[in-house]
């Protein structure tokens, strides 16, 4: 059974920072790159960043150059630091496999980007 726990949002000023972790367990994350999802109010989720089991990244125009997305294989964890944050950056934000499994969404944390 696979498992997601997403954590460390929380509400931040307009150019602060974050660092979001997420804890999986299960055979998903030895075998799938993962990603950071989001989703805003009213709006579909997006794929905001995806990094591959050997480390190499992929990013989304909206956050490439202030998100920088991690992983600890050892710990099976993923991580996402987040910098230079905007109001719109506000969403709930998830971590999955990339293409993501409808089954495995865990809670998201959400992130609140205001002054």
């Known amino acids: 059974q696979v498992q997601l726990v997403e954590s460390g949002g929380g509400l931040v000023q307009p150019g602060g920072s974050l660092r979001l972790s997420c804890a999986a367990s299960?055979?998903?994350?030895?075998?799938?790159?993962m990603g950071w999802y989001r989703q805003a109010p009213g709006k579909q989720r997006e794929l905001v960043a995806a990094?591959?089991?050997?480390?190499?990244?992929n990013y989304a125009d909206s956050v490439k150059g202030r998100f920088a997305i991690s992983r600890d294989n050892a710990k099976n964890m993923v991580y996402l630091q987040m910098n230079s944050l905007k109001p719109e950056d506000t969403a709930v934000y998830y971590c999955?496999?990339?293409?993501?499994?409808?089954?495995?969404w865990g809670q998201g944390t959400q992130v609140t980007v205001s002054s």
């Open positions: 999955n496999a990339v293409p993501p499994s409808a089954e495995n």
């Open positions: 299960g055979s998903i994350f030895n075998i799938k790159p």
């Open positions: 990094i591959t089991r050997g480390g190499s990244t």
